[in-house]
Nanobody, 124 residues
Framework: QVQLVESGGGLVQAGDSLRLSCAAS????????MGWFRQAPGKEREFVAV????????RYVDSVKGRFTISRDNARNTVFLQMNSLKPEDTAVYYC?????????????????WGQGTQVTVSS
């Protein structure tokens, strides 16, 4: 198993950019698909993006396509979420998650391990 620690959240204005990082412990990181989810107050946790273990496959929720980019550095055991052109509706706690099966899923119950989250707030 791995432990996941997110960082990089903060308070920004609409149109700004942020880069989230998720650092993973353990040697198995490079075998796992990694995803980002977010949860706004009073809402369900929703899928944002996922990347396969090799980095060859990525998937995004429609609302962030063209604005967010997921990437990973297996040598550093880290996955990133570059968020550009941020909107107030992007405000949420962002979580990274690991899928041990490398199925590149988009459903939260397919991810076995989760970080504690990092807050992103976008003001208008």
């Amino acid at each position: 198993q791995v432990q996941l620690v997110e960082s990089g959240g903060g308070l920004v204005q609409a149109g700004d950019s942020l880069r989230l990082s998720c650092a993973a412990s353990g040697r198995a990181f490079s075998y796992y698909a990694m995803g980002w989810f977010r949860q706004a107050p009073g809402k369900e946790r929703e899928f944002v993006a996922v990347i396969s273990a090799s980095g060859a496959i990525t998937r995004y929720v429609d609302s962030v396509k063209g604005r967010f980019t997921i990437s990973r550095d297996n040598a550093r055991n880290t996955v990133f979420l570059q968020m550009n052109s941020l909107k107030p509706e992007d405000t949420a706690v962002y979580y990274c998650a690991a899928d041990q099966q490398d199925q590149v899923p988009t459903f939260r119950w397919d991810f076995e391990m989760w970080g504690q989250g990092t807050q992103v707030t976008v003001s208008s």
